[in-house]
């Protein structure tokens, strides 16, 4: 089954958009020939090489790790170098890709992330260290490892953002994926300035504008969850003083004894 | 001079991976004020975030568990035993693994510094999978005798990439995203600028700079079957030697053992660290007869190679016969969800198969570029055997040649090479600016001349109307199969024809794509001309080195040819095309000789 050479049609129908010869958005449609194997993206590459150079859409790893995909594809925002054309045919045997909703459109698929960016740069993306680093690392349990890996794998596609009732609303508002990144930094045992963070994401475009609709977390295509990372900020909110005392504490951890005397692994 | 078709910066970067936005961000933090960093793509979507498996550095955190056989469990390193790895056999494994091909002094300089970098990133906010006390984890790779590849489960290079480009905005480094360098400006051996396109807007700026650096990424691209995103398409190489820099090594290309079959999708080396097998259509672990101590760790270009024997004799599996299994079922469950998660979505995302009950389909995959811009360890690009700089220039990072992989690169070795030499290249250029380097005119309008090659593309020549794409697509093909991991002179003289060939037609080429905003068929037409460009260097190094070492392997000289062929080949643009020339290898004869290299 990995390759089903066989080659089936599909008529691919891309909302199209050039703003220097177009007045407003138009579909198009286009025939693709495909198999088992064909991607949406590879679908959108051969469009482009055989019919149509000027159709117009980001893309680099192609596999699910860069970021640069994220599409609505039958109303619902995913990448398309990781999905199968054949999963997507809806029961005329079309495929409706447009690009990610809520966005201002440079050209056909390709959208403005520029707010997106900005409220990524808002929550201070950075950790904030202690001053004084150790010879070797800091130390950090596998627990509290795994607690980061619903926020360290975003890809920043913008599939969350652009499907969240809020952001649509509200430009003002964070958003789901720069508040993920703050609760990354929040929770890291080495980041010593959580309640500032707290305060930050506590204001009236922060947690407590979430609606806790979930559509991020059906368009998150990493599966993770923005939705209880804004769920847990909101309760450290409530205890943020307890939390910052706990933070303190945990600090003078962050190294043990005796590894600060011990000699350098090599050298 | 400054108009509004000319931007000035004090530093330029091209690239904003690993080995660019590590120079941006020291060369900002040692006071430099004004860091511009330029990437075609949004810099998190640079391909280093693509990296797996993790970065190697003798921390010495780990060991196998004593009596358990060279690929037995590993165990955190108790308190007070003594570390099982250090800087030394770091660097001795890197040796060999170049096939004596890489420069000594500079591999010293890596494995010594890899140490500092690795706890550097830590400290920035890396978060890195855990030993049970709370250290950095370490797991095995390929051709490295110790366990020294520190890891975020499988999405190491993702981690790194964040991390670094959170500290150069805290920084202040100014970002020029989706900006696409076309040029480079290098009058009488001095770097002055470069000159790039706005991709929203279509509008070609000239920039210049004190200082330049490329980070630029490798040139994988140029094969059919390409682990590589579609952005590694070499630009940064290709444009500095059309500036008249020369490359460095073009011809060691490595081939990946384990891309997903048909797609080329890396499943990291990471796999077989963690204990996979290799099997081929006879169900044998095949690796017993090419490395029998070994096996399935050894070093990359000797398991494609022997991936791409069992092929080439009919022991291939799937229809055609071109594909191998990757066996990971015996790790079980929970290792493959807690280690490799990101593997097992890939295949069951591309080849429907999950890796937890299932065999996986593979097959070698174009991997790394060994070659690119001749620098010194300070990446400082050089022009000549004598090592003449190109004042004001710098790369770092896979475009780059320092050299530390000489002819085949070790997983782990080059997000740690982009990190160590990009950080090293930003304290060089924050001491190149200190010492009064000022800028430098400019003549003409560099720009212009970009603009033209842009219309050229758009308007065609009248005569014919070729797709750009059919080029590409026949050049991929053309180096997989005549220049990809066997090689012979015969097949490299018509790959050599046929870029040529392709190179004609190209100039007749044209695009579809006519307007000015985001222009992606333009710039994949400027990419295609990149891979023809370098292109041609590659075949013309391995057809001229008459011997077989690390991924470049020559069936008609199936010997390593040390008497005649240490050296590292340099490649300068002429009217005639290119022209070799070549310079020696630095090697410490006392400490670390050439030897036979046995896995
Ligand atoms: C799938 C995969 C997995 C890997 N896993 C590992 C691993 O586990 N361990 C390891 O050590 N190595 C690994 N490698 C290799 C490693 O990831 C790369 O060698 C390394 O990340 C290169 O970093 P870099 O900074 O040199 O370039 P890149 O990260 O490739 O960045 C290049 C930058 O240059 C920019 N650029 C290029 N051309 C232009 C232009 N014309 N104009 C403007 N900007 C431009 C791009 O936008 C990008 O920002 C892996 C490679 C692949 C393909
Ligand atoms: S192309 Fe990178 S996520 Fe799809």
Redesign the interface.
């Given at each position: 089954m990995t390759n089903n050479g066989k080659m089936q049609s599909v008529t691919l129908r891309v909302l199209r958009y050039n703003p220097e010869v177009d007045q407003k958005q138009h579909f198009q449609e286009f025939q693709v020939e495909y198999t088992a194997d064909t991607t949406i993206l590879d679908a959108l590459h051969q469009i482009k090489a055989e019919q149509d150079g000027s159709l117009t859409f980001r893309r680099s790893c192609r596999h699910a790790i860069c970021g640069s995909c994220a599409m609505n594809v039958n109303g619902k925002n995913i990448l398309v170098c990781k999905t199968p054309l054949r999963t997507q045919l809806d029961r005329k045997n079309r495929v409706t890709i447009r690009p990610l909703p809520f966005l201002p459109v440079i050209k056909d698929l390709v959208v403005d992330r520029s707010a997106f960016w900005e409220e990524y740069q808002r929550v201070r993306p950075w950790l904030i260290a202690p001053p004084e680093a150790p010879e070797k690392e800091f130390r950090m349990t596998p627990e509290e490892v795994e607690a980061l890996h619903n926020a360290e794998t975003c890809i920043m596609c913008g599939a969350c953002y652009s499907s969240c009732q809020v952001v649509a609303l509200n430009k003002k508002y964070i958003g789901p994926h720069a508040l993920l990144k703050a609760f990354m930094r929040v929770m890291d045992p080495r980041d010593t300035e959580p309640g500032e963070r707290l305060d930050e994401v506590s204001g009236s475009d922060g947690v407590f504008r979430c609606h806790t609709i979930f559509n991020c977390i059906d368009a998150c295509p990493k599966g993770l969850n923005p939705t209880e990372a804004i769920e847990t900020l909101r309760k450290l909110v409530q205890k943020r003083q307890a939390f910052v005392a706990a933070r303190q504490e945990r600090q003078k951890t962050l190294l043990p004894v005796e590894s600060s005397t011990a000699p350098a692994a090599a050298d | 001079m400054s108009d509004t078709n000319t931007i000035v910066h004090d530093v330029i970067v091209v690239g904003a991976g690993l080995a660019g936005t590590w120079a941006a961000k020291i060369a900002a933090e040692q006071g430099v004020r004004d860091v511009a960093v330029l990437s075609k793509?949004?810099p998190?979507?640079?391909?280093s975030?693509?990296a797996q498996g993790g970065i190697a550095a003798?921390?010495?955190?780990v060991r196998p568990v004593p009596d358990s056989g060279p690929r037995g469990p590993l165990e955190q390193l108790p308190?007070g035993a003594t570390?099982v790895?250090?800087?030394?056999l770091h660097m001795f494994d890197t040796i060999k693994g170049s096939d004596w091909l890489g420069d000594q002094d500079a591999i010293e300089i890596m494995v010594?510094e890899a140490?500092d970098i690795v706890?550097e990133y830590?400290?920035?906010?890396c978060?890195?999978?855990?030993?049970?006390?709370?250290?950095?984890a370490q797991r095995r790779f390929g051709g490295h005798s110790a366990p020294r590849a520190n890891f975020?489960?499988d999405?190491t290079g993702?981690?790194l990439l964040?991390?670094i480009h959170?500290?150069a905005?805290?920084h202040g480094v100014k970002f020029y995203s989706e900006w696409y360098c076309m040029d480079l400006i290098v009058e009488d051996n001095i770097c002055r600028g470069v000159v790039a396109m706005e991709i929203?807007t279509g509008k070609i700026y000239t920039m210049r700079a004190r200082a330049v650096m490329f980070g630029t990424g490798g040139y994988g691209r140029a094969y059919k079957i390409t682990s590589n995103?579609?952005?590694n398409t070499g630009d940064g190489v290709a444009i500095a030697y059309q500036a008249g820099v020369p490359l460095m090594d073009m011809e060691f290309v490595q081939f990946h053992p384990t891309g997903l079959?048909?797609?080329g999708?890396?499943m990291s080396e990471a796999c077989r660290g963690e204990g996979g097998y290799l099997l081929n259509a006879n169900n044998e672990r095949f690796m017993e007869r090419y490395a029998p101590d070994k096996m399935e760790l050894a070093p990359r270009d000797l398991v494609s190679r022997s991936e791409q024997t069992e092929i080439d004799q009919g022991r291939g599996v799937?229809?055609?016969g071109q594909g191998i299994y990757l066996d990971l079922r015996h790790l079980g469950r929970e290792k493959i969800l807690k280690r490799l998660p990101?593997v097992r979505?890939?295949a069951i995302?591309?080849?429907?198969?999950d890796p937890i009950d299932a065999l996986v389909?593979i097959q070698p995959t174009a991997h790394y570029s060994m070659g690119g811009i001749p620098t010194d360890a300070d990446g400082q690009v050089i022009y000549d055997a004598e090592g003449t700089p190109v004042t004001g220039f710098f790369a770092a990072g896979e475009c780059a040649c320092v050299s530390v992989h000489g002819a085949n690169r070790l997983g782990t070795n080059s997000l740690l090479e982009a990190s160590v030499f990009g950080r090293r290249a930003g304290y060089a250029i924050a001491r190149f600016l200190e010492s009064g380097a000022s800028l430098q005119s400019v003549s003409g309008d560099p720009a212009e001349k970009q603009r033209q090659r842009v219309q050229r593309l758009m308007a065609g020549n009248g005569k014919s109307s070729e797709?750009v794409?059919?080029i590409s697509q026949e050049l991929k093909t053309t180096m997989t199969n005549q220049a990809g991991i066997f090689r012979d002179g015969e097949r490299l003289i018509q790959a050599s024809g046929t870029i040529h060939r392709l190179r004609e037609r190209f100039a007749n080429a044209r695009?579809?794509?006519?307007?000015?905003?985001?222009?992606?068929?333009v710039l994949s037409a400027l990419e295609t001309e990149h891979l023809l460009s370098f292109s041609e260097l590659i075949v013309a190094g391995a057809l001229e080195r008459k011997e077989s070492r690390g991924a470049h392997f020559r069936t008609d000289y199936p010997k390593r040819d040390d008497e005649n062929w240490l050296k590292h080949t340099l490649a300068y643009q002429t009217p005639d095309g290119p022209r070799l020339a070549y310079k020696a290898v630095n090697i410490d004869w006392e400490k670390y000789p050439p030897q036979e290299r046995k896995y």
């Amino acid at each position: 089954m990995t390759n089903n050479g066989k080659m089936q049609s599909v008529t691919l129908r891309v909302l199209r958009y050039n703003p220097e010869v177009d007045q407003k958005q138009h579909f198009q449609e286009f025939q693709v020939e495909y198999t088992a194997d064909t991607t949406i993206l590879d679908a959108l590459h051969q469009i482009k090489a055989e019919q149509d150079g000027s159709l117009t859409f980001r893309r680099s790893c192609r596999h699910a790790i860069c970021g640069s995909c994220a599409m609505n594809v039958n109303g619902k925002n995913i990448l398309v170098c990781k999905t199968p054309l054949r999963t997507q045919l809806d029961r005329k045997n079309r495929v409706t890709i447009r690009p990610l909703p809520f966005l201002p459109v440079i050209k056909d698929l390709v959208v403005d992330r520029s707010a997106f960016w900005e409220e990524y740069q808002r929550v201070r993306p950075w950790l904030i260290a202690p001053p004084e680093a150790p010879e070797k690392e800091f130390r950090m349990t596998p627990e509290e490892v795994e607690a980061l890996h619903n926020a360290e794998t975003c890809i920043m596609c913008g599939a969350c953002y652009s499907s969240c009732q809020v952001v649509a609303l509200n430009k003002k508002y964070i958003g789901p994926h720069a508040l993920l990144k703050a609760f990354m930094r929040v929770m890291d045992p080495r980041d010593t300035e959580p309640g500032e963070r707290l305060d930050e994401v506590s204001g009236s475009d922060g947690v407590f504008r979430c609606h806790t609709i979930f559509n991020c977390i059906d368009a998150c295509p990493k599966g993770l969850n923005p939705t209880e990372a804004i769920e847990t900020l909101r309760k450290l909110v409530q205890k943020r003083q307890a939390f910052v005392a706990a933070r303190q504490e945990r600090q003078k951890t962050l190294l043990p004894v005796e590894s600060s005397t011990a000699p350098a692994a090599a050298d | 001079m400054s108009d509004t078709n000319t931007i000035v910066h004090d530093v330029i970067v091209v690239g904003a991976g690993l080995a660019g936005t590590w120079a941006a961000k020291i060369a900002a933090e040692q006071g430099v004020r004004d860091v511009a960093v330029l990437s075609k793509i949004h810099p998190l979507r640079s391909h280093s975030g693509a990296a797996q498996g993790g970065i190697a550095a003798a921390l010495g955190n780990v060991r196998p568990v004593p009596d358990s056989g060279p690929r037995g469990p590993l165990e955190q390193l108790p308190d007070g035993a003594t570390p099982v790895d250090n800087w030394e056999l770091h660097m001795f494994d890197t040796i060999k693994g170049s096939d004596w091909l890489g420069d000594q002094d500079a591999i010293e300089i890596m494995v010594k510094e890899a140490i500092d970098i690795v706890y550097e990133y830590e400290h920035m906010g890396c978060v890195f999978s855990r030993t049970r006390d709370g250290r950095i984890a370490q797991r095995r790779f390929g051709g490295h005798s110790a366990p020294r590849a520190n890891f975020a489960a499988d999405w190491t290079g993702h981690v790194l990439l964040h991390t670094i480009h959170e500290q150069a905005l805290r920084h202040g480094v100014k970002f020029y995203s989706e900006w696409y360098c076309m040029d480079l400006i290098v009058e009488d051996n001095i770097c002055r600028g470069v000159v790039a396109m706005e991709i929203q807007t279509g509008k070609i700026y000239t920039m210049r700079a004190r200082a330049v650096m490329f980070g630029t990424g490798g040139y994988g691209r140029a094969y059919k079957i390409t682990s590589n995103a579609y952005a590694n398409t070499g630009d940064g190489v290709a444009i500095a030697y059309q500036a008249g820099v020369p490359l460095m090594d073009m011809e060691f290309v490595q081939f990946h053992p384990t891309g997903l079959y048909k797609h080329g999708i890396l499943m990291s080396e990471a796999c077989r660290g963690e204990g996979g097998y290799l099997l081929n259509a006879n169900n044998e672990r095949f690796m017993e007869r090419y490395a029998p101590d070994k096996m399935e760790l050894a070093p990359r270009d000797l398991v494609s190679r022997s991936e791409q024997t069992e092929i080439d004799q009919g022991r291939g599996v799937e229809a055609d016969g071109q594909g191998i299994y990757l066996d990971l079922r015996h790790l079980g469950r929970e290792k493959i969800l807690k280690r490799l998660p990101q593997v097992r979505e890939l295949a069951i995302d591309f080849v429907g198969v999950d890796p937890i009950d299932a065999l996986v389909p593979i097959q070698p995959t174009a991997h790394y570029s060994m070659g690119g811009i001749p620098t010194d360890a300070d990446g400082q690009v050089i022009y000549d055997a004598e090592g003449t700089p190109v004042t004001g220039f710098f790369a770092a990072g896979e475009c780059a040649c320092v050299s530390v992989h000489g002819a085949n690169r070790l997983g782990t070795n080059s997000l740690l090479e982009a990190s160590v030499f990009g950080r090293r290249a930003g304290y060089a250029i924050a001491r190149f600016l200190e010492s009064g380097a000022s800028l430098q005119s400019v003549s003409g309008d560099p720009a212009e001349k970009q603009r033209q090659r842009v219309q050229r593309l758009m308007a065609g020549n009248g005569k014919s109307s070729e797709s750009v794409e059919k080029i590409s697509q026949e050049l991929k093909t053309t180096m997989t199969n005549q220049a990809g991991i066997f090689r012979d002179g015969e097949r490299l003289i018509q790959a050599s024809g046929t870029i040529h060939r392709l190179r004609e037609r190209f100039a007749n080429a044209r695009v579809m794509d006519r307007s000015s905003c985001f222009n992606t068929d333009v710039l994949s037409a400027l990419e295609t001309e990149h891979l023809l460009s370098f292109s041609e260097l590659i075949v013309a190094g391995a057809l001229e080195r008459k011997e077989s070492r690390g991924a470049h392997f020559r069936t008609d000289y199936p010997k390593r040819d040390d008497e005649n062929w240490l050296k590292h080949t340099l490649a300068y643009q002429t009217p005639d095309g290119p022209r070799l020339a070549y310079k020696a290898v630095n090697i410490d004869w006392e400490k670390y000789p050439p030897q036979e290299r046995k896995y």
